[in-house]
């Protein structure tokens, strides 16, 4: 086959036609990007709501994946110990665990992280208010702008810039089920309120549900080829909540949201990503009409990655399932080079799979492991040579 461009690449894996390679989509948090920046001298290193994509292209990405969710906002942005911050949906962010650390300290540690071998663990943000607790905090609530320009307009300068050779996606994580309990409501409150306050928690979920609903709609008229939703509800060897209760909870929300997002665009693809062991509910994503499901974290029931390859690979394509917990940051090159090869031979035969890590590489991946991983997926991921001959 002739070499495909990016764009093309990505978009045939997405609807599992053949293709010349693997297609490739590496995410990084603001720490190992700046790291990794710097070889290629490339000063801005923005990512959330900042992203500069120039040096995940550099590393072979064939799609830009623009976040808008809430997790933008919070995830990637600098916040001082001791500072609360709070974002356009009223949810407060510091630093989970920290407040003993001094400024002396806090210097210390960033010093840390200059180096290219293994980085100290990054202190992450982390919510610590949230402004629904109550029938009478919602009735007080007002749910962000959906249409806010300064969200919106650089997707547009996005596509404008890059849409000729590259696959646009933007995402909207966190979506529902995940952005109640861990933003809006708060998780231990999320998980006792489903049970003692089941309408409160649906009125929040309904409400999720129309601002994220019309937020995406309206990055689909900026001409997106994809919308991402996120919704973590797999943790290491099973779901958060029973597989019914996100029957109830979540999918018939995601059925409505999804059908508006393809009224809106009918040619709109529509990934569903999960943390954790999702497996269970991978037959309610076919049902939904999902057409990429991923990261596949190789946890619990996704350990089985031939198995679950085999059982939904007619319908939809995969993304991910390369070990960011323990492996890509602590394994031997070698580990991680078999490593790639063994996540290619069981989800890239057959086509329908994009190569990436499980989750956003980490400030405490090494560098060589970083180059072992691109190197390693270049000569792995060619159809028509091994292991996928």
Known sequence: MKELSPRERFARAVRREPVDRVPVLYR??????????????IEDAGTGRKHNPELELRLGNDAIIYQIGINADFSHRHIDIGETWHNHFGVGYGKSGLEGRTAEEELAFAKTQDFWGPAKIVPENFPNFHPIKSEEDLANYTWPDPADPVMLAPIKELCEKYQDDYYIIVDLSST?????????????????????????????????????????????????????????????????????????????????????????????????????????????????????????????????????????????????????QNLLPRGQVEAVRNGV??????????????????????????????????EAQREFGTYGKYPLN
């Open 28 to 41: 990084m948090k603001a720490e190992a990007k700046a790291k990794l920046a710097r070889i290629y001298g």
């Open 176 to 324: 529902l089920i995940e952005a109640a309990y861990a933003h809006i409501v708060g998780t231990q409150n999320f998980f006792l309120m489903t049970f003692d306050k089941p309408d409160l928690i649906k009125k929040v979920l309904d409400g999720l549900t129309e601002y994220y609903t019309e937020l995406g709609k309206n990055a689909i008229a900026m001409g997106v080829d994809m919308i991402r939703v996120g919704d973590d509800v797999g943790a290491q060897q099973a779901m958060m909540i029973s597989p019914d209760q996100w029957r109830e909870l979540a999918k018939p929300r995601f059925d409505y949201m999804f059908k508006e997002f393809r009224k809106a665009n009918k040619d709109l693809y529509i990934k569903l990503h999960s943390c954790g062991d999702y497996s269970p509910i991978i037959p309610d994503m076919v049902e939904l009409g999902v057409d990429l499901s991923g990261l596949m974290q190789p946890t619990g029931g996704n350990k089985d990655q031939v198995g679950i390859k085999r059982k939904y690979g007619d319908d939809l394509a995969l993304i991910g399932g390369f070990d960011v």
């Open 341 to 374: 090869l063994e996540t290619m031979k069981n989800l890239a035969t057959g086509g329908g799979y994009i190569f990436s890590p499980s989750h956003y590489i980490l400030a405490d991946v090494p560098i060589q492991n970083i180059y072992t991983l691109i």
